[in-house]
C-alpha cells in the first residue's frame, strides 16, 4: 500500500493560515500534556471492542469500535452506581490573536439516543495545570447523533487576546450509551479559505466515504466507465467564496494526468456553508487503457479559491487518498473470522470486502461473528454465532436472518464449501445455502447442518458455477433458530479424491511387516476436498475416520496377513488405496559377529544381523579375562584370542565365536630410542606417570575406539608428565611416545 500524504499548496505572497491545535484521535493518542479528569469516579460497565473488552475505567480512552472507529471514548453506562458521568478532557494553554474557530466530531451509540456534549472555555487557571473548577459557565452545549459522526464548531474570536484552555465534558445521567470525540482542531480563520469535507463517487461498492479521516477508497474499475468524483466544500474563511478552482491529479506510477477546472458558486457560498460539486467525469479506462485488475492509483485532490476580488487563497485546502479496482476473491478462499468483528453489521477483514449480516425480522438478533466465553471457538477466538436469542427477541430468533461472503470470481466448474459445525444449544443449526449470482438471481445449493453434537465436524456442500463471472456471493440464510457454532470456512475447487496413506512403526524394519508387538501406525496422506478417508484395518474391527494428515495406531489381535484399505471420498466420488500388511513373529536372534583388526592391538566388532524388535543385550568375552558389553578392545599382549559374543532378547538367546591374532605389540620399551623411558603404574587406578631420559617430542593417548584422549606436546626442558585418569571410563588405551620418525605404542588399562 503506497503512503498516503497530505499535500499543501502554499502562495508565497500571502499570509498562511495558524492551526493552532490539530488532534485528529484517528490513532487515540491523546496529548501527555492535555488533562484527563475522571470526577464522577464510577465502574463502567464492559463493551466489546475490536480489541477485546474495554471497561471504560478512566475519563477518557483510546478505543477502537468496528461501528464507530478508533477515537477517544467516554461513557455514562455505570455497573452499580447511577447518577451523571462527569468526564474531563482539558486542552492545553492556546494562544488566540485573531478570528478562531475550534472545530471537532462527535458520536455516541445508539442504546438510548442522543446525549449533551459540553464544551466549556476558561481564559485563566488557578494552578499549574488545568482543572474542572477552573471552568465557569459552559461554553456551548451540542447534542450527538447516535451511530453517526458529527462536525460541530465553537467560534472562539471573543477570546482574541486571551491565553484560553478549551474543556469538552461527558455529563450524560446513567444511560448506558458511549460518547466519542475525534478531530480537534483550533484554527485562525482567513478571509478566504475553503477545505473539502467529504469526497464520495459513482463507484460502485466504494468501501467507505472519504473525509478528513478516511482517505482510501476501493472503486470498482469493472463496472464504472467513467469515475465522476464528488466532493462536499467548507468555507473556512470568513468571505463569501464564488468560485473554486478544483485540481486533481491522477498517476498509476507510469502515466500521469492533471486535471483543473474553475467552479463557479452561485449563489456566493457563505462563511461557514457547505456545497457538494459533482466533478467532470473521467474515463479510466481511456486515461489508462493498461490498467490492470486490482492495480492501485493515486488521486489527489486540492482546491483554490477566489472571492469577489479575483484574490487567491493564502492557504489551499489538498486531500490525498487512494483508489482502487474492486477485489475479488477465488478459490481456494478460507476464513477463521478471526478479523470479521462488529454485531448485526460486520466490519471489513482486513482489505477483503466484507461480510454482511442482514437482519430480515429486524429483532436486532442477527447472525453475527463473536467471541463466546462459555463455548470455544475451533480455530482462534472468533466465530460465525448463528441462532441468537436475545431476551426479547421474537419467538422465531434469527430465522430468515443471513449473512454473505465478501464477493467472489468463479470459473465455470465444480465447487465446494466445507466448515467446521457445532451445536451450542438445542438440535443446533442448520443454514440454507444460496448462491447469489452477478444479476441478482440466485441459486439454491442445499443446506448445512451442524448437528446435535457440541464437538466440531467438517460439514461440506458441493455447488457447480455454470458461467465465469465476478461478483458471485454466498449467502448463508438460518432456518432453525438453534444456537450454532460455524468456523473455519473454506471454498475449493472440487476435484475427484485421491487415496493415499503410509504404514510405520517405531520397531519395524520393512513397513509391510510387523514383528513385534502387532502395533502399527498409519498415517492418511488422502486428499478429498470437502469430503474425508476412512481405513479399514482388514482384521473385522470398525472402520475409521481420519482427517488428512492424521495418524492412527492399531493393534493386530493375531499374527496373520492383512490388508489394510484406505477410502477417499468427496462429492465428486471415492478412490481407494491399499496395502498389504504381513504381522508375524520376529525372526530367531543371529548373534553372528564380525571382528575387524585395526592394528596395534585395537580391535572391533559388528553383528551381522539387526534384530528387528531391539531390546538385545550384548555381552562380549574378549579371551585375556576382559568381559563387557563394549564393540571394541585394546589387547595389551601379542597371541591369539577367542572372542565370544552372546545376545539375549526376552524371547531368545544365541551365542556365536570368533578368533583374533593380536602381533606387533612392543613387549619392552626400545631403549635404544627412548632411553630411560618409563609408563606405568599398568594397571593405572588414578595417575598415570611418564618418565623419559632421552627427549621426546609428543605424547597422545587414544581409547579402544579410537578416539584421542590426551595430546601433549613436550617444551624441551621436561623429563616427566603425570595425567590424572580418575575420570577416564575403565578400559584399554593406547599411550603412543614420539620422538622424530620414531613412534612406540604402550598398551595400558585403567581400572
Excluded at 571 to 592: H, K, M, R
Aim: aromatic share 10%; proline share 4%; net charge negative.
Amino acid at each position: 500500500m503506497k503512503k498516503i500524504t497530505l499535500l499543501g499548496l502554499l502562495l508565497p505572497f500571502l499570509s498562511t493560515a495558524q492551526i493552532l491545535v490539530n488532534v485528529p484521535l484517528s490513532d487515540g493518542v491523546l496529548p501527555a500534556t492535555w488533562q484527563n479528569v475522571d470526577v464522577d469516579g464510577f465502574a463502567a460497565d464492559v463493551f466489546y471492542t475490536d480489541q477485546g473488552i474495554w471497561a471504560g475505567s478512566t475519563a477518557w480512552e483510546e478505543v477502537n469500535f468496528s461501528s464507530y472507529g478508533r477515537a477517544f471514548y467516554s461513557t455514562s453506562n455505570f455497573e452499580t452506581a447511577t447518577g451523571n458521568a462527569n468526564d474531563w478532557m482539558i486542552t492545553d494553554a492556546i494562544s488566540i490573536t485573531q478570528e478562531t474557530r475550534l472545530d471537532f466530531e462527535l458520536v455516541s451509540s445508539q442504546f438510548n439516543g442522543p446525549e449533551s456534549h459540553t464544551v466549556y472555555v476558561a481564559d485563566a487557571i488557578a494552578g499549574a495545570t488545568p482543572q474542572p473548577s477552573d471552568f465557569g459557565a459552559p461554553e456551548q452545549n451540542f447534542t450527538t447523533i447516535p451511530g453517526q459522526w458529527s462536525s460541530n464548531e465553537v467560534d472562539l474570536s471573543a477570546y482574541i487576546g486571551s491565553t484560553i484552555y478549551i474543556a469538552f465534558v461527558n455529563d450524560n445521567p446513567s444511560s448506558g450509551n458511549i460518547q466519542g470525540i475525534r478531530n480537534i482542531i483550533v484554527r485562525e480563520l482567513l478571509s478566504n479559505d475553503v477545505s473539502i469535507e467529504v469526497f464520495n463517487s459513482n463507484a460502485v461498492n466504494q468501501r467507505t466515504p472519504l473525509n478528513s479521516t478516511t482517505r482510501y477508497s476501493v472503486l470498482d474499475y469493472s463496472k464504472t466507465n467513467a469515475f465522476q468524483p464528488r466532493i462536499t466544500l467548507r468555507n473556512q474563511g470568513l468571505n463569501p467564496l464564488d468560485s473554486v478552482v478544483i485540481t486533481m491529479n491522477i498517476d498509476d506510477d507510469v502515466t500521469g494526468y492533471a486535471i483543473s477546472d474553475t467552479y463557479a458558486l452561485s449563489p456566493a457560498l457563505a462563511a461557514g456553508d457547505t456545497t457538494t460539486i459533482a466533478l467532470a467525469a473521467i474515463g479510466l479506462d481511456t486515461l489508462f487503457p493498461a490498467l490492470q485488475s486490482n492495480q492501485e492509483l493515486d488521486v489527489e485532490i486540492f482546491t483554490d479559491s477566489s472571492n469577489g476580488n479575483g484574490l487567491s487563497l493564502a492557504e489551499d485546502t489538498a486531500f490525498s487518498f487512494m483508489i482502487n479496482p474492486r477485489q475479488y476473491f477465488s478459490p481456494p478462499y478460507t476464513t477463521s473470522f478471526e478479523y470479521v468483528l462488529g454485531g448485526s453489521s460486520f466490519s471489513w477483514e482486513w482489505s477483503e470486502w466484507g461480510w454482511k449480516s442482514f437482519d430480515v425480522n429486524d429483532d436486532n438478533d442477527a447472525i453475527l461473528v463473536d467471541q463466546q466465553t462459555n463455548y470455544t471457538a475451533a480455530d482462534g477466538a472468533y466465530m460465525l454465532f448463528s441462532g441468537v436469542r436475545y431476551s426479547g427477541a421474537v419467538t422465531d430468533g434469527d430465522i430468515g436472518d443471513y449473512v454473505e461472503t465478501p464477493e467472489m470470481q468463479f470459473d465455470a466448474g465444480d465447487y465446494v464449501i466445507s466448515i467446521l459445525g457445532a451445536a451450542i444449544s438445542g438440535n443446533g443449526s442448520t443454514l440454507d445455502v444460496d448462491l447469489v449470482r452477478p444479476n441478482g438471481s440466485s441459486l439454491s445449493l442445499g443446506q448445512l447442518s451442524t448437528g446435535g453434537g457440541t464437538t466440531h465436524q467438517n460439514v461440506s456442500l458441493a455447488f457447480n458455477v455454470s458461467t465465469s463471472d465476478s461478483g458471485y456471493v454466498l449467502r448463508f440464510t438460518e432456518r432453525t433458530g438453534d444456537r450454532g457454532s460455524w468456523d473455519l470456512l473454506s471454498i475449493e475447487e472440487l476435484t475427484p479424491p485421491v487415496a493415499g496413506g503410509n504404514l510405520a512403526a517405531t520397531d519395524e524394519i520393512n513397513p509391510y511387516v510387523e514383528y513385534c508387538d502387532r502395533n502399527v501406525i498409519f498415517t492418511n496422506t488422502s486428499v478429498a476436498t470437502g469430503g474425508g478417508a476412512t481405513v479399514d484395518w482388514g482384521d473385522g474391527s470398525a472402520a475409521q475416520s481420519m482427517l488428512p494428515g492424521a495418524s492412527l495406531q492399531h493393534n493386530y489381535s493375531s499374527n496373520g496377513n492383512y490388508t489394510i484399505t484406505v477410502t477417499a471420498t468427496n462429492p465428486a466420488g471415492s478412490d481407494q488405496f491399499t496395502i498389504d500388511l504381513e504381522v508375524t513373529d520376529p525372526p530367531a536372534l543371529n548373534a553372528d559377529f564380525i571382528v575387524i583388526n585395526q592394528g596395534n592391538g585395537n580391535v572391533s566388532i559388528t553383528l551381522e544381523e539387526t534384530f528387528p524388535c531391539g531390546g538385545v543385550q550384548t555381552t562380549i568375552d574378549w579371551g585375556d579375562g576382559t568381559v563387557n558389553s563394549s564393540t571394541s578392545h585394546i589387547y595389551s599382549s601379542n597371541g591369539t584370542y577367542t572372542i565370544t559374543l552372546t545376545a539375549q532378547t526376552a524371547i531368545d538367546i544365541d551365542q556365536s565365536n570368533n578368533s583374533v591374532t593380536i602381533a606387533g605389540l612392543a613387549t619392552s620399551i626400545d631403549d635404544e630410542v627412548f632411553s630411560g623411558l618409563q609408563v606405568g603404574p599398568n594397571p593405572v587406578h588414578g595417575e598415570l606417570q611418564i618418565s623419559w631420559e632421552t627427549p621426546i617430542d609428543r605424547i597422545t593417548i587414544m581409547d579402544a575406539q579410537g578416539r584421542l584422549i590426551k595430546d601433549w606436546m613436550s617444551s624441551g626442558n621436561t623429563s616427566s608428565v603425570n595425567f590424572n585418569c580418575k575420570d577416564w571410563q575403565a578400559g584399554s588405551y593406547i599411550v603412543q611416545i614420539q620422538e622424530g620418525q620414531n613412534i612406540q605404542a604402550i598398551p595400558i588399562l585403567v581400572e
